[in-house]
Each structure stands twice: as structure tokens, then as C-alpha cells.
């Protein structure tokens, strides 16, 4: 951010659980707590509550919470995405909020987006590597630019989170790294 | 199936679209139709039909659709699942559907389950080969046995359906070939 | 094994690295000094030194280093392969191993073959789980079997093992349960 | 390419297969023949063929080969890297050649690398999807920075090359399409 361009990004935040206490809810909460000022980080409360994807629906007219989901997508300079991994892949509400977001094809919010992922996970193995990695290769297909590096990978979450405040300083330094490198390339990726 | 054992397995049979008009669904119906005598596929119409995943409702007490696919699938033998694509992965609903399924940790209806994996998609590219792909990760870490081979991986599916009947010869040889084997594969794998 | 099937089953073991004090050969080796019985782990130890895959080269005639590979895995009952993983994937030399033993069409020594996967990796993430989820589609579409779980991940392997003995007592019972039930997925699995 | 900027950013060329008559090796010719003039392709014929990786090899000193490719990619912009895809996934050479680049750690040629990934199968399935979605995961891992889309997934090569020459006149387009926003893509991403 130069003095000459005062307002901040705005970044969407979303969390891939749905339940109420959420490691992945925590830690999107921490990082729009530190965001360096470059980034306005709104979290979106209800992204993941679609119904799921049927062409029948989109065909009779796309639902109001997709509807809602587009918008403010549309209006966001960047996605911040912290999601859990089921099964050693992408939870099925998070991908059926992609699925919802790549399209309409040409038009998708999603495309040409910069995205930033995160995840946590309690399990000792791999801190939600899979889930992201298979997101990485459909959010490219659907023209969004996730950035590359650091990774962000929360695994045992359970012993880094005292309740619902982020407290492991190793997790801190990293998620503090991707968000100031986020913030410059938001700068360079964000559709003009 | 031999002269002292008549009864066919039951398969369940689960397509990955809920669009009324989906090539997966016309792709599971030929395949219950062309089956071989060993098995008996049960078309399981409503499969996809459950809440997205979250933990708070499962304590809050199963869905009742939840407890009814789970018992569903508990009763089967096998499972066959007809699945298209979505950006280059497992659709939102499907893996939602596996999600639930994978449910409790101990007593998943999916662990030590035969499965059979078959795709149809209109595009060009892959005929589902990565949704499969990510199927065949998350359905090991649960614990089914996922057939390994022969792929049916339906590309470009607008030219092999006359309306909703499958008619290209050479994919019907492929699902005859793997309809076949996976009634060897069911007799080893499902659980005793 | 009964009293009437005393001949344990002949299982080539591969390691996925080629350095000599390598936390996978030490792994493979105490999986080989730990087998049931049934199992006898026989570890092929320069499996890896073959050349860099070129069809010019196969078509010329198959590399001696190659041929011998195919040979003993062709005499094997199954394979179990305990491999690193680099940069979130399969290692080159593993991967080449394994395109190399796909070939010819046809008649590959992986077809049909029963396959149990370990690995260990010293980073804090993941244990070789993209590793295995690769492989576990890349064999499957040479025609191979791997069994679906336990899954042997070794995280942080510089703290399980005291030089080259593997002392955690954990990873030593996961590798007991993935070999004893590797004996039943062998008898069961393997080419008649 | 603005007048002020005139020298062409310079592109490595790596085409993934070793066969004298390779499809990857025609599509990665027919890229640095019709590349836009900001973009020189420079192919560099043996950046395959390097010893298998091996931590001991390299704790002995770098390879020779090795510390060739390392240099030409150190001074390169930009990396197009055309492979083929091996029993759905990344080519044991095109892997090992990736792991070498990826190190040593911290100052790894491919870090901050701006990378466009196209590839060629004669096969009708995915045109190398698999491949290309791994190596996303690798190279974003090792730091690389991979353009989203297009996609550059040639099936059937067989049918769109008339000897070494692609003729297929929708390929020719997105391969030009795809090229032309690499010079973009360069031009924000290139280390500096």
C-alpha cells in the first residue's frame, strides 16, 4: 500500500466447516485479525450453506444464496480459503461451493481470482495437504490464481489452538509470511 | 455364482448427478440392465439427497436420510458408482454423499466394501479420470476395496447416448468387461 | 498359511530411495525382519538402477537392468514398496521403476499383482501420503491391487528410528497389522 | 514488450520424453516457432537426462549434468515444460528432473520460476491431465509459480500432427492463445 493508494484489498474468507467450533473457523478468524492493512479480510459466515449442485436447479434459475455467494465474490479483490480435508481429499461443501462458483462458464466469480488456502486439521498426517492440493488443480481450471508458496498446513490442530485462539507461534509466523506475501500478490493477480 | 450359492449379490447402485437428465444415470441404468446374473444392481435414486456434511448434526443425532443410505449400503454387497466430473475433481455432492458414508470411524458402510467406479462426461478430456482418481484415494482411506481395472471413463458422452440409451459398442464392451470381473472381484472382497 | 500350503508366499520388496542410510530401506528392512510367516519379503536392492524410461531404448531392446527387474517381479507373488516422497509427489526414480514395469501392454509384471505401500519421510507432514495416493492411481491403472489400508505413513522419521532400527513402537505395530493383513490380501490377490 | 523493453524474455524449453520422435517434442518446436517475439524459447535438448536422484550422489557434489540445467535455468525468465503423461501421472524422467530442480533448498532454480505446463498423448483420455495436475502441486511446493489456464491438453496426438508438424488447427490456437498470456504472466511474475 503507497500513500497514494489508501484503501485496502478486499479479501472474501471463507471456512470449509460448517460446524460451530471450527480449528479452520479459528484460524480464518486469526488471520483477518493480523492481515497486514493491505488486506480487509470479511469473513463470509454462510458460503458454505448451498444446496447442492443440480443443473436443473441452475437451469430453473440459480438460488438465492448462490445468487448472494456470487455477489460477494464478485466484489472481492481475493479469496481466502481455510478449509478442514475429509477422506484425504476436499470436504464435499467445499467443493460444492466451487462447483457453484466456477460458473457460469466465462462469467465465474471465481475466475482470474487470486486465491490464498489454508487448512488445519487434527490428525498428525499432512494438515489438510491433499484437500489443497486437489483444490489447486480445480480452482486453476477455473482460472483462479492460487498463490504458490508457503504452504499452510495446520496439522494436530488440537494442540496448536488454546480453545478457539490460534497460541502456536510457528502457526503464526507462517500464516503472518502468506498474508504479507498474499497482500503483494493480490496486488499483481486481481482481475482489472 | 455356482448350483449351491443362487442368491446375486446386491450392489447398490449410486449415480453422482442429480439432474434428471444425466448421462451418469443413463450410464447406471445400462449398467443394471446388462449386469450379470451374479449381480443384482439396485438403483439407490436418492443417494445424494443429504444434508451437506456437518459435525454438529451428526451429535445432534444422524439425518434420517443419512441413516438410511448407511443402512442401505450396510445391506449391499458392493457398491457401483456412476460419477461425472466436476473442475477437474469429485463432484461437491458426491463426495458429501462419501463423506457421510465414511461415518462412524470403525463402522463406516463404505469399509471393506467392494466398489466399482464408472464416469460419464460430455467434455473431451479424461471421461472423469481425475474425479476417479480422488474417489480411488478417499475410498482406500476409508477402507472399501475399489476395483482396479478396466477404467470405464465415458469422454464425450453427447455421442455415445441416443437420448438416455447407451449405444456406442465399444464403451458397452468396456462396462460388460467390468461389470464382469467386478462379480469375481465382490465373491473375494465383500465382507464376511 | 495351512499345514497343507507350507510355501510362503515370495513378496519383493523395493525401496524408493538410493541413498545407502536411507529411513526407507531401514523401514523395508524391518517390515522383511517382522513378516509373518506366509510372507517371505525378499528385498531387491538395486530395483531402482534403471535407466531413465525412453521408448528408443525399449524398442531397441529392453535394458539387462530391466529385464532382470521384470523377471523377479514376474517370479513374485506380490510387491510391497517403501518409498520417500519429494516435492509432494513420487519420486523420478520410483515412478520410472514403476513405467518401466508397466510395459509391455499386456504382459507387465505390476498386472494383477498384490501390492502393499509404506513409506516414511523426516518433514512433519503427510508421512509420503501424496506419494501413495499417486501411486495408488498409477498402479491401479497398470493393473495392479493395492490394498486399501491400514496406511503405513511415516511422519518425522529421524524420531522413530535409532540408526537404522525402527524403535517406535506405534509405526512397528501399524506395520505388523498392514503385513498380516497383506498375507491374507496376497492369498487372496495373487495371479493364479 | 513496450520500445523501452526490447530484449524478449528468455524461456526454457523441456520437453518431456526422450524418444527421438516424440508429439512433445513437435508441440514444444511448434511453441518456439510461433511464440509471440517478447517470448525466445531456448529448447534445451538434455535437461532429462540427469542421473536419478540420489541425496548421496548429490552430498558427493552436484553432477555435471546437473549443475548445467541448474545454470540454464537460473538465467531463463521462464520455464514451458511439455510432457507426456506415463500411467496417469508424471513421467518418471520429467519427476526426476523436477526433484534435481528443486534443490538445493532455498535457492532452487524453479523457485519463483514462472511455468507454463502443455502435453501431448496419443492416447484419447486427458491429453496429460493427470500429469499436469501433479506437477501443479510439485512446482507450486517447490515455489514455481504455474499459470492457471488455458489448459494445453492435446489427446489423440496422432490425429493433430502431420509427421513432427501439428496441423490441428484448434490446438494451434490455444497453443497460441496460451503462449501469448505466458508473456504476461512473465512479465508479472519473473524473479527480479
Redesign the interface.
Known sequence: MSPVDPVPYRIAGIAG????ASFNKSLLAHAAAVAPPSLAIDVLPDA??LP??????EDAGDPDEVVALRAALAEADGLLLVTPE??????????????WM?RPPGRAPLRDKPVLLMGASTG????T??AQ??L???????????M??P?V?V?EAGTRFDGDVLVDEPTQKIVALALARFADFVA??RPR
Do not use: C, E, W
Open positions: 466447516s460448517l460446524r460451530r458454505l450453506r447442492l449442485f443440480d443443473q436443473d436447479l475429509y477422506n484425504f481429499g476436499v470436504p464435499g461443501p467445499v467443493k460444492n461451493m466451487v462447483d466456477s498428525r498426517l499432512g494438515g495437504v491433499q492440493g486437489q489447486r488443480i480445480s480452482l486453476a481450471v477455473v482460472g483462479a490464481h492460487v504458490a508458496s504452504p498446513l496439522a499483481t493477480h
